[in-house]
């Protein structure tokens, strides 16, 4: 069992910065690969980012590419989610998500992952 508790969500004006962290809890002697999924209103819950367990490897959806970035610190046993530049459409509730299964592999699909965080609102003002 692993539980996650996301933190770091907030309201911001365009072009502002925003920290997500995710602590992760129980089974953190397994290594495994961390992602950041959003979901808005009305919307289907969408990829944002993931990361290794080694933090070697990354990707980022087409939309966050270069403005946002996700890394890791194993012995806090917490993953990040820099949001730079941020825009209206980014408004979302991200969670982020263990997938047990896989340490290096990335995986797009929410299906993939095993255990999930309740969630931080981030909203972006215009």
């Known amino acids: 069992q692993v539980q996650l508790v996301e933190s770091g969500g907030g309201l911001v004006q365009a072009g502002g910065s925003l920290r997500l962290s995710c602590a992760a809890f129980g089974r953190t002697s397994s290594n495994y690969a961390m992602g950041w999924f959003r979901q808005a209103p009305g919307k289907e819950r969408e990829f944002v980012a993931a990361?290794?367990?080694?933090?070697?490897?990354?990707n980022y959806a087409d939309s966050v590419k270069g403005r946002f970035t996700i890394s890791r610190d194993n012995a806090k046993n917490t993953v990040y989610l820099f949001l730079n530049s941020l825009k209206p459409e980014d408004t979302a509730v991200y969670y982020c998500?263990?997938?047990?299964?896989?340490?290096?592999?990335?995986?797009?699909?929410?299906?993939?992952?095993?255990?999930w965080g309740q969630g931080t609102q981030v909203t972006v003002s215009s």
């Open positions: 990361i290794s367990w080694s933090g070697s490897a990354a």
């Open positions: 998500a263990a997938d047990l299964r896989r340490t290096q592999k990335l995986q797009y699909d929410p299906d993939e992952y095993d255990y």
